[in-house]
Nanobody
Framework: QLQASGGGLVQPGGSLRLSCSVS?????????VGWFRQAPGKEREFVSV????????RYADSAKGRFTISRDNAKNTVYLQMNSLKPEDTAVYYC??????????????????WGQGTLVTVSS
């Protein structure tokens, strides 16, 4: 079970850190975890992914240089640090997990487990 948290209202240029906590999975360290987002009226899109051992991270072009994904396997948690937020970052952010990293990491269909989403609103 995945639980995303950390969303909220932030002004443009501000920062937020999202967390994705995974419970009931003793093999968390075997899971690749991705972040996706869905803005109103738009399709869900890939944001970032981290491999099970943190050796690989990938970002959507919109996130490069502003977002950082990390994980703490001891806490069964993946983080998404979001800096320099823009109004276009406003969306519901979802975390998703799959066993082992896939080169199809940007595809929704690659993930078996999804969290419920956390709303990020960037507005002045």
């Amino acid at each position: 079970q995945l639980q995303a948290s950390g969303g909220g209202l932030v002004q443009p240029g501000g920062s937020l850190r999202l967390s994705c906590s995974v419970s009931g999975r003793n093999t968390f360290r075997s899971y690749s975890v991705g972040w996706f987002r869905q803005a109103p009226g738009k399709e869900r899109e890939f944001v970032s992914v981290i491999r099970e051992n943190s050796s690989i991270t990938r970002y959507a072009d919109s996130a490069k240089g502003r977002f950082t994904i990390s994980r703490d396997n001891a806490k069964n948690t993946v983080y998404l640090q979001m800096n320099s937020l823009k109004p276009e970052d406003t969306a519901v952010y979802y975390c998703a997990a799959r066993m082992y990293y896939s080169v199809a990491y940007a595809s929704l269909q690659s993930y078996n487990y999804w969290g419920q989403g956390t709303l990020v609103t960037v507005s002045s």
